[in-house]
């Protein structure tokens, strides 16, 4: 039976979130001290070795990020953990922050003393004012430990597009949230133009404990390519609507059949979209897959924010898909082209297909516009937008025959 194992949740439910002392009690802030006895570039080092990557969708590599910054040269730097958390079906980063805020604000304030930066944001999703609340108190609390490294909580205001992290930074600088070019990489050039860490709320909560067991023993947890743990949150057909936080070397298998106590009702297993909307769907045949960010990108799909939307025999791929296009067709901030039509036509093409009223020709041309999307959007919005419904075609072709 598959085993969770808690680094990131290491104090959910045993702790008072808004009790400073408890988290003392359980050792928090030691790996700050720590920290703040190394140089920056052996802290850097230190992540570095730890082979921790990016928990907010991209996994890029953290220690890498932040030696960029750190070797960037500037009078201000930048933090900024990304909590907008937008992603449907995605509620782990608010386990985090409603269950332990100050393992976020540590892992910050760590950040900070690595790459030289003074000052940190937390840009919350909107939807969540009661974590704002938490965070707030939190900082409150913890300023004394902090220092001089000021952190402040700014809310997003809903859009999806403004968890991609240069859309964010506008969204900070009191812009429109619309993503940028790229390059210039935030690391070097994000907020008000100075170089910015942009990192996950479980990238952060990941960092004290690392320094506190060491980069060793952290890369020696799960997948070697993805080391230590993910937090994954279950929904749709499945038993145990819940959440887990399992090494990365777990199979999708083991999450959905072990962990989540299978599908109600005694029906069959269809499909499982993992990473949020933007995730492809990965049929039975490929469910021994670990939940690693390189074991599912082999097979077309997203590790991403870590949801699990699992489905049964009763749904229709293409209705599903009909759902995510709308979706992205909402949320395209219109930006660029590609995204802005690219979404548009997807969903006109799939409702017609949905209608009954496609063609083989429909299909063809999915196909083709997703790859177009996949490279030619600005963002990952409009790159990912395609995924779900390629995913859909590629493994469950079946459902759009019978529509078609
Ligand atoms: C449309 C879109 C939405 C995103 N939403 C989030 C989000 O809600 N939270 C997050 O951490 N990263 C999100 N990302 C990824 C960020 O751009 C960025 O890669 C991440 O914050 C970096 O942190 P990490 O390296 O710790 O993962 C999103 C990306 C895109 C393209």
Request: charged letters at 25%; aromatic letters at 8%; proline letters at 5%.
């Amino acid at each position: 039976m598959a085993e969770e194992m808690r680094i990131v949740l290491r104090n959910y439910g045993k702790i008072d979130p808004l009790k400073l002392e408890e988290y003392l009690a359980a050792g928090g802030y030691k790996a700050l001290e720590k920290a703040r006895a190394m140089a920056p570039t052996d802290l850097i080092e230190e992540i570095k070795k730890s082979n921790l990557r990016g928990r907010g969708g991209a996994g890029f590599n953290c220690g890498q990020k932040w030696f960029f910054a750190q070797q960037a040269q500037a009078d201000k730097k930048y933090v900024i953990c990304n909590a907008d958390e937008g992603e449907p079906g995605t509620y782990k980063d608010r386990l985090i922050m409603q269950g332990d805020p100050q393992s976020i604000l540590e892992g910050m304030a760590i950040c900070g003393h690595a790459i030289g930066a003074k000052q940190g944001y937390i840009y919350c999703r909107g939807e969540y004012p009661y974590v704002v609340d938490i965070l707030k108190q939190a900082i409150e609390q913890a300023q004394d430990l902090l220092g001089d490294f000021r952190i402040e909580v700014r809310a997003g205001a809903g859009a999806y597009v403004c968890g991609e992290e240069t859309a964010l930074i506008e969204s900070i600088e009191g812009h429109r949230g619309e993503p940028r070019f790229k390059p210039p990489f935030p690391g070097v050039q994000g907020l008000w133009g100075k170089p910015t860490i942009v990192n996950n709320v479980e990238t952060f909560a990941n960092i004290p404990v690392i320094l506190t067991k060491g980069a060793e023993w952290y890369a020696s947890i799960g997948d070697p390519s993805y080391p230590g743990t993910k937090v994954l949150t279950l929904t749709g057909d499945v038993n145990n609507k819940t959440f887990f936080e399992v090494p990365s070397d777990t199979t999708v298998r083991q999450v959905i059949f072990e962990l989540g106590g299978g599908i109600p009702g005694g029906k069959q297993f269809k499909a499982v979209q993992i990473g949020g909307s933007s995730g492809g769907f990965i049929p039975e045949s490929l469910l021994d897959t670990p939940i690693s960010f390189d074991a599912l990108a082999k097979i077309g799909a997203t590790l991403g924010s870590g949801a699990v939307l699992v489905m049964d025999e009763t749904r229709d791929m293409v209705d599903v898909a009909e759902t995510i296009a709308r979706f992205f067709e909402h949320e395209s901030c219109g930006k660029c082209a590609p995204c802005r039509e690219g979404t548009a036509r997807i969903h006109e093409i799939i409702s017609k297909i949905k209608d009954s009223q496609g063609r083989a020709a429909d299909i063809a041309l999915l196909k083709k516009l997703g790859g177009v999307m996949s490279i030619a959007c600005l963002c990952g919005l409009g790159q990912a937008a395609p995924t779900p419904i390629l995913t859909s075609l590629r493994y469950f072709a079946v459902d759009y025959e019978a529509k078609l």
